[in-house]
């Protein structure tokens, strides 16, 4: 039974270009999220999507940041233009009723 | 503002013995809450959870204990095995904001053989 897919695992790209993480959730999950993780913050919700539709973007840094899940197996997850300040790993999860997430395997951003 | 703290960045235990970690958290409104455990370079795995109606939770070897009145949650490992060694990260959330998990900094536990 698939877990949640993300990709891809690692990206390394440059200042000021256009970053795409996707994720694929478990397969009659009704919730999706995106979160970051860096040292200093820990674990922050970015955004979260129900029945594909976003419900709160609150943890959306900048307008730098976009996320789109336009059908209900997959995700993206944009930075564009990316910054240094953009580094870290980030976690797509996936849940049915919002409540025990599970999550995928992360993608490792630098962003030099 | 830190609604859920883990107070010990890290934790060491001796193979065999019990492991404790623990939560501790500001917000009345969280009902449900759960541990996750990470190994490096992977995902955050669930491990179990909580809801507010109980004060107890086993499972296996695992037993997570709930105290509303203190707004305190912790983890028991028993035995605990060089396997468990991970970073553990206790979350909340409630009802009225179904998804919106809430989650500590981590405890990183060793497992020594």
Redesign the interface.
């Known amino acids: 039974d698939a877990g949640v897919i993300q990709s891809p695992r690692h990206e390394v790209t440059e200042m000021g270009q256009e970053v795409t993480l996707r994720c694929k959730p478990i397969s009659g999950h009704d919730y999706l999220f995106w979160y970051r993780q860096t040292m200093m913050r820990g674990l922050e919700l970015l955004i979260y999507f129900n029945n594909n539709v976003p419900i709160d973007d609150s943890g959306m840094p900048e307008d730098r940041f976009s996320a789109k899940m336009p059908n209900a197996s997959f995700s993206t997850l944009k930075i564009q233009p990316s910054e240094p300040r953009d580094s870290a790993v980030y976690f797509c999860a996936s849940s049915w009723a919002g409540r025990t997430q599970y999550f995928g395997p992360g993608t490792r951003l630098l962003v030099l | 503002d830190q609604q859920v703290k883990q107070n010990s960045p890290s934790l060491s235990v001796q193979e065999g013995r019990i492991s404790i970690l623990n939560c501790d958290y500001t917000n009345s409104m969280f009902d449900?809450f759960?541990w996750?455990k990470k190994y490096p370079?992977?995902?955050?795995?669930?491990l179990i959870?909580i809801s507010s109606i109980k004060d107890k939770n086993e499972d296996g070897r695992f037993t997570v204990f709930l105290n509303k009145s203190a707004k305190h949650l912790s983890l028991h490992i028993v035995p605990s095995q060089p396997g468990d060694s991970a970073v553990y990260?206790c979350a909340a959330?409630h009802g009225g904001s179904?998804?919106?998990?809430i989650?500590?900094?981590?405890t990183k536990l060793s497992v020594k053989p």
């Open positions: 449900y759960l996750y370079a992977e995902g955050p795995t669930f959870s990260f959330s179904q998804g919106n998990l989650f500590g900094k981590g």
